[in-house]
């Protein structure tokens, strides 16, 4: 699955990787977890299959041109949740991520950004549904950890959201690794 995602800023990653060693410790049990440096935000899902080079640059251009008048911008990073079913990938296990707050001005990039996109290659993302914008922290390992998984993120409903700033677009378009996936139940 090709993914279009905003990498998050060094003055911002700190704030997050201490978030993301918090609930690592906690939930290791019943999660594998993303590699600290592949934490990203997550924007939109482009296609079950790999697209051309040529049609990956020509996203990341559409991308770059309409978020000029978007950033920079200030999100807010909420507490750890779990998505129990992906909708564009059955077979995939449930994720386990950290939300990310919607704002109508996030809301607004996204649905011109996939208007865009849209119109070069066929999305598994919705351009009129509103993205779930979040950092993937980790899969669950099996089906049967889903009660107990739910039950630990309870402890985090009270972390406090935090604040940070992208100052520009940094983009990366990539393909969902599934390294993490092989040995889900």
Do not use: W
């Not at 600290?36 to 991308?63: D, F, G, M």
């Not at 999100?75 to 564009?88: C, R, W």
């Not at 700033?165 to 378009?173: A, E, W």
């Amino acid at each position: 699955m090709s993914i279009v995602t905003i990498r998050i800023p060094v003055d911002s990653y700190q704030s997050i990787v201490k978030r993301y060693a918090k609930y690592k410790k906690e939930l290791s049990p019943f999660c594998n977890f993303v590699e600290k440096r592949r934490l990203h935000i997550s924007v939109a899902y482009l296609s079950n299959s790999k697209p051309s080079k040529q049609i990956l640059n020509l996203i990341k251009k559409v991308v770059v041109l309409n978020a000029d008048q978007f950033f920079p911008i200030k999100i807010l990073i909420g507490n750890v949740l779990m998505f129990k079913v992906n909708k564009y990938d059955s077979e995939a296990p449930p994720i386990v991520y950290i939300k990310v707050l919607n704002t109508k001005r996030l809301a607004r990039f996204y649905k011109i950004i996939m208007k865009e996109i849209s119109k070069i290659i066929p999305t598994i993302s919705d351009p009129k549904e509103v993205m779930n914008f979040h950092i993937t922290i980790g899969f669950l390992k099996s089906r049967k950890f889903i009660n107990l998984i739910i039950k630990t993120i309870q402890k985090f409903k009270k972390d406090k959201s935090i604040f940070i700033n992208l100052d520009k677009i940094q983009l990366r378009l990539s393909s969902k690794e599934r390294i993490l996936l092989k040995s889900y139940k």
